[in-house]
């Protein structure tokens, strides 16, 4: 079997890994003519690092990485803390994997590099341009056609891949939020010579500022070298843009009256660019024949549980062990040996697209409860000062009466089925299911 990714983001990479561990041929087309992954943070939690532990790869992302000690909730105004959460290894204890902050490049990198290790070929500069669903091939911009048993499109959220599988092009619509996203040095922190920051700085924690329509966060990557910090409000790019350089004024006059230590932090921001925060209206299929895609090609989300990521590459482990289980157990016994007749092409085909469409029965519940879950923690964040906020901060005040890894202990079974399922197991489960039926 033969696999085809369009994209070489996290999605597309643990895609890759995964096949290939399976023994399947990978070839990734990326259209950019070098690898690479934006500057900024990005949080692995419990469900991402065990894919990461699945690869053999959580010594490597432990090592560039660290594990997130604490979460801490702040009033805006005056940056009253309203909750700290352990995390640390009470997560590791109750759901087998830490919690990790990471800087975006190292992560990528690793993917990448064990992707590399395992023979997976990488066509950088590919740019795929049109996908035949019917022949199963990629056609690039320079007018080369790579043939496949299975496409995969990884390619984000303004897929190509999409549209072939939809027949349709089919556009994200804007939240209504977006981004402002910064990197800076401990150096330029230490420079504030604030005590505040400074005890900020020693913490290896996540801390969101809680307030109304906003909300921030902030956290070391980098072994504490350098921070994360990103700022969340009402989108204000012109329609249409994507992502579009901020302007360092308005960002700073957005936050004026909040706590005086996140405006300093602000304050080292040197410039900035600005991400409009898209969805996608629900999808009638994520997979036509032997063609399909994964994270942000068909569930891009609120970053509010720090999830799309960690979706995007669980979806990639489970369509490789599902495409694994189907090249060992059904396809290589029926073919192996023997030139296959076109019936047997044929039938292996319909295969291959049941197996598909069996990644997407798996998927698409988790991560469609992953999008709302984000958009009911945008309510939740961004409450205007009054009643609702007074309860909400006095519910999170009591967080960890439950259990002690608990965020919000009202949402505590959200949390557990978020972080503690096995998704490969069940997907197992799901393909022996699917075997007993077709036998
Ligand atoms: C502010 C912010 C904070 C976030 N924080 C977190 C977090 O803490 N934790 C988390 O898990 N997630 C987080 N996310 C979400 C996460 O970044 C994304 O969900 C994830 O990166 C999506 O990965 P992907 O591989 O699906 O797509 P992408 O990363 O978009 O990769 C797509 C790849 O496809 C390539 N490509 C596109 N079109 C073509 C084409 N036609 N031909 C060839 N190649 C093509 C692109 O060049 C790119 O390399 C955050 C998002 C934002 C905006």
């Known amino acids: 079997m033969k696999v085809v990714i369009v994209g070489a983001g996290l999605g597309g990479l643990a895609c890759a890994i995964a096949c290939r561990r399976e023994g399947i041929d990978v070839e990734i087309l990326e259209r ?65 994997t830490p919690w990790v902050i990471i800087h975006r490049v190292d992560y990528h990198r690793i993917l990448h590099d064990e992707a590399m290790r395992l023979g997976v070929v990488l066509r950088l500069g590919a740019e795929v341009t049109d996908i035949s669903t019917d022949e199963t091939t990629a056609l690039l911009a320079d007018g080369t056609i790579v043939v496949a048993d299975v496409i995969i499109g990884a390619d984000g959220q303004m897929s190509s891949v999409r549209a072939a599988v939809l027949e349709i092009p089919v556009s994200p619509v804007p939240t209504g939020d977006m981004a402002y996203r910064a990197v800076f040095s401990r150096e330029q ?47 204000n790019l012109s329609s249409g843009a994507r992502k579009e350089q901020g302007d360092i004024d308005e960002m700073r006059a957005s936050y004026a009256d909040w706590d005086p230590t996140l405006q300093k932090i602000i304050s080292c921001v040197p410039s900035v660019y600005k991400w409009k925060l898209t ?53 290589k016994p029926r ?36 999008v709302q879950a984000a958009v009911k923690n945008r309510q939740l964040f961004h409450m205007q000062d009054g009643i609702l906020q007074k309860i909400r901060d006095f519910v999170l005040s009591y967080a960890g009466v439950t259990r002690k890894t608990d965020w919000t202990w009202v949402l505590s079974s959200r949390q557990s089925q978020t972080y503690g399922w096995d998704v490969l197991e069940d997907c197992g489960k799901l393909f022996e299911y699917w075997k007993l039926s077709i036998e």
Not at 205 to 224: C, N, Q
Not at 343 to 368: D, F, G, H, P
């Open 279 to 331: 969805h996608l209206p629900e999808l009638k299929s994520w997979t036509k024949g032997s063609v399909a895609i994964l994270g942000d090609a068909c569930h891009p989300t609120l970053p509010y549980q720090a999830q799309g990521a960690a979706m995007a590459v669980e979806d990639g482990a489970v369509i490789g062990k599902l495409l694994g289980s189907l090249q060992a157990h059904i396809l």
């Open 32 to 96: 950019s003519p070098e690898i690479h992954e934006f500057g900024a943070g990005i949080q692995v939690p419990p469900n991402g690092s065990r894919i990461m532990r699945e690869f053999g790869l959580l010594p490597q992302l432990l090592e560039k990485g660290s594990q997130v000690q604490d979460v801490h909730f702040r009033r805006y105004k005056d940056g009253r803390l309203l909750r700290t959460m352990p995390c640390g290894d009470d997560i590791t204890e109750e759901y087998g």
């Open 189 to 235: 922190l230490e420079g504030l010579n604030d005590d505040s920051i400074n005890e900020l700085c020693q913490k290896v924690a996540v801390t969101s500022w809680l307030g109304p329509e906003k909300h921030t966060v902030f956290y070391p990557v980098r072994g504490g070298q350098e921070f994360n910090l990103v700022l969340l409000r009402p989108d």
């Open 335 to 370: 073919i192996s040996g023997v030139k296959p007749s076109q019936s047997t092409i044929s039938s292996a085909q319909k295969l291959t697209a049941e197996v598909l469409a069996l990644y997407e029965k798996n998927r698409k519940e988790r991560t469609t409860r992953n």
